[in-house]
């Protein structure tokens, strides 16, 4: 009863572990790399901006592109209206990549913001943790199918004092604890990151945060003086609505 309940419990176990290692290793480092690399180096995507006859790429990008894009190129000269559509339409988010990088991993909430550093942290800290959880799990596997039968596995007192399984489950704690710190970590990336790419964004088009660079409107009351039908003086109070362009 007890050999069946260890057996069924080593199953379960494995199935979990498996189902954590197979998303963390659906695809091979260097791939993702490589992915990571090509896209930094595209700088001909997100919002087209036609300025003095020329073609500009805004939004989509690293910050360091963000930031040559602005030097190259006076967004000023645009209408108000027009700057603050492009940063609707180019402004990164924070709470979706926060939770896709936390749920999914490998930097996809990061690559959402064109964070290539937050990209590379969450590809290669879930290829460590993923490796580390794979090792243990390994040898955790050849400890259950072939230490245990060659050395009496049956034996109550074997299993107790199997080395090789609790390294196996050691090494396994060490690599879930890492993803789950480093999975943490990585939720935290894209918040510093959207603050920095949005204030860049917004000095860049000349558009304060609090909206302070609205179309001002001013209300008025001011009493002018009248001639009523009898070719009397009165004073009347007029309300004036005033637009500073």
Known sequence: ??????????LIFILVIFFVLIP???KPLGISLLGTVMDAADTKSGLVVDLDGEQVFLGKSTLGSL?????AHDFLQLPFEQRSELYEGAHVPTAWP?????????GSGSKLQGDVGGRLFGQIADWTAA?????GLGVYLVDLF???????GGNSSSINDDSFKDFALDTMKVGAIFLLAER???AILPIPFALRYNKTLRNGLGINKNGSDMIPMRIALVPVAVMNINHDLAMQVVGR???AL
Do not use: D, P
Request: glycine residues 8%; hydrophobic residues 45%.
């Open 1 to 10: 009863m007890n050999e069946c309940y260890a057996v069924k419990r080593h």
């Open 98 to 106: 926060v939770a896709k990088n936390f749920l999914v991993g490998g």
């Open 241 to 243: 609505v005033s637009i």
């Open 184 to 186: 943490v970590v990585q």
């Open 131 to 135: 490796t580390t959880i794979g090792v």
């Open 146 to 152: 072939f230490v245990q039968i060659f050395t009496g």
């Open 67 to 71: 930031k040559k894009t602005f030097k």
């Open 24 to 26: 963390l290793s659906a």
